[in-house]
């Protein structure tokens, strides 16, 4: 009798428990959960292309030889947003190398006396800057009539406004060798380099 009453108690017990076990699994599982936050910052990355269907950090765009006085000639390029932000502003810096690209002609010896610097870059004209934009096309006046030499280390500022992810711009510039270009720049090269800068 005194066993079996103490049997009872202990059933009673456990059933206590049970209960107040899954009252705190209920009560826990009505806590909302916000887990696995993070912050973390998008890619911002503008690449050029040649043609507008590859692009690369870093590429030759164009070479120009034996070009005569008077003539012009033309390169485009495209230049791409790949990353995920807008970017508001694109500048273009020209970094401009003269070279007398080996010995000075016969006739270029005769009027020129600097046969370690080359003369071209003070000769070829930006006759025409020309970029478009998904919204239009637009000219840029502050490059346009300036030699290469004048631009030389300057960065110029081509686009102001919304250019958005996998937007593109197309630049096309066309350079003079200008008409009155003398026989010191015979055989001349000049190397132009130019850096894109974006802005977010
Ligand atoms: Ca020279
Ligand atoms: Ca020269």
Known sequence: MELKRLLIVIAIGLLMMAFGVGFNISYFSDVAKSQGNTISTGDFDVDISKDGSRYHDDYKMFSFDNIKPGENRTFEFYIKNRGDYSVSRISVEFNVTDIEAGKLSSAEAEVDDTPDVGELSGEVRIVDFKVTTPKGENRVNAIIG?????????????????????????????LQLSPSAGNECLTDEAKVGL???AEQ
């Open 146 to 174: 300036k030699s290469l030499k004048e631009v030389n280390g300057t960065s110029f500022l081509i686009f102001e406004g919304s250019l958005d992810k996998n937007e593109v711009l197309k630049v096309s510039v066309t």
């Open 195 to 197: 850096s894109i800068y």
